[in-house]
């Protein structure tokens, strides 16, 4: 099912609009995560995606016909909630089985297809069971499979791994995953977790106040970030910024942090290339700080905290009157208050009017996907 969101916005009660004129294109058999802070609006776009909201202007299209006045019950689609709403006099076959039961198929038809639905998400030994008995990572499943079992159109997930502990989130990202390749069933992920949206969504829809910020796939947004906001949003830890000031003349651009010296000719949009200074937020990520000496750039700071967890060590470094982060190999003896330099190469920096947030660095603005 390709589902097409057209100019559409949402208000309450005729205050401020919850969704500002969102134009989206989610393809068939597509997974895409809408992906944002609490309040971005993110579920109320699922909400109307689903026929629980109507918009107040603007059209949701399924496969090509507009689906605005259609009811929930008649848009084939299946959904999971947060909370996972199961009936717990009812067994996990009831429950699963429950769906089919409302389109009235057949009693040992609808059984059968329930049973089947449930060794797809690994609960065929725990079908006599009720909602109480089992853990949350069964009882997500349980709403999975009874989401699916009707072979809807359009999977929604609302937030579904919120209420998960660590490892099970891990276990059901790859169960949802694998089943919604499986199925090849057109799927939208509501989620707050950028590592959730990462690891599962096709492509990913930062959404801010009710605006579509960037739409990408995961490393798009990862790597070429539109602005200020998408940057620090997405990436664990977050992206490191330090504050600078940019400077050109005679087509020459550089940017000044403290004492270093950057000089982004190369790497800068055209437009800002001529006599000009400005303040810009010069971004990069922890992981592309290294203790090598063959980089581009070099930073020195001082260590403030160095925090072991595992596989390397995330050092916190103090440059000037801010702080970074970056990683370093396990057995590597570092001390704190000690003097470190970092480097990078020229590529890993980004670039952001310290005004507007934009991005000005070439490429990010070049390769942007929207619909």
């Not at 919850?18 to 989610?26: A, M, V």
């Not at 848009?75 to 909370?83: D, E, H, K, L, Y």
Request: aromatic share 6%; charged share 25%.
């Amino acid at each position: 099912m390709k589902i097409e969101l057209r100019n559409l916005t949402k208000s309450f009660n005729n205050k401020s609009n919850t969704i500002n004129n969102l134009n989206l294109t989610i393809e068939d058999g597509e997974f895409v995560a809408l992906l944002g802070p609490s309040g971005c609006g993110k579920s109320t776009t699922m909400l109307m995606i689903a026929g629980i909201y109507k918009p107040n202007s603007g059209e949701v299209y399924f496969d090509g016909q507009i689906v605005n006045d259609l009811e929930p019950k008649d848009r084939n689609i299946g959904m999971v909630f947060q909370s996972y709403a199961l009936y717990p006099h009812m067994t996990v076959l009831d429950n699963i089985a429950f769906p089919l039961k409302q389109q009235k198929v057949a009693k040992e038809e609808r059984y059968e297809q329930a049973k089947q639905t449930a060794e797809m998400v690994q609960l065929g030994h725990l079908l006599d069971r009720k909602p109480g008995q089992l853990s949350g990572g069964q009882q997500q499943r349980v709403a999975l499979a009874r989401a699916i079992v009707k072979k809807p159109k359009v999977l929604l997930l609302d937030e579904p791994l919120s209420n998960l502990d660590a490892r099970l989130k891990i276990e059901m990202r790859e169960e949802i995953s694998r089943i919604q390749r499986e199925l090849g069933i057109t799927t939208i992920l509501v989620t707050h977790d950028q590592e959730e949206a990462m690891t599962m969504a096709h492509r990913i829809a930062v959404m801010k106040e009710g605006h579509l910020i960037q739409y990408s796939n995961p490393m798009e947004l990862y790597n070429k970030p539109k602005n200020y906001f998408v940057a620090q949003f997405v990436g664990t830890p977050p992206m490191n910024f330090l504050r600078g000031t940019l400077s050109s003349v005679d087509k020459k651009s550089n940017v000044r942090i403290n004492e270093l010296i950057i000089d982004v000719t190369d790497t800068l949009l055209d437009s800002y290339a001529g006599e000009k200074s400005q303040d810009v937020n010069v971004g990069i990520r922890p992981h592309d700080l290294k203790l090598e000496n063959d980089g581009d750039i070099c930073i020195e700071g001082t260590v403030s905290l160095i925090e072991s967890i595992g596989h390397s060590q995330m050092v916190n470094v103090k440059v000037g009157n801010e702080y970074i982060r970056c990683f370093v190999e396990p057995n590597i003896k570092l001390e704190y208050g000690s003097a470190i330099m970092l480097t990078a190469n020229i590529e890993a920096i980004h670039l952001f009017d310290a005004a507007t947030g934009e991005s000005l660095k070439k490429h990010n603005v070049e390769t942007f996907i929207y619909n």
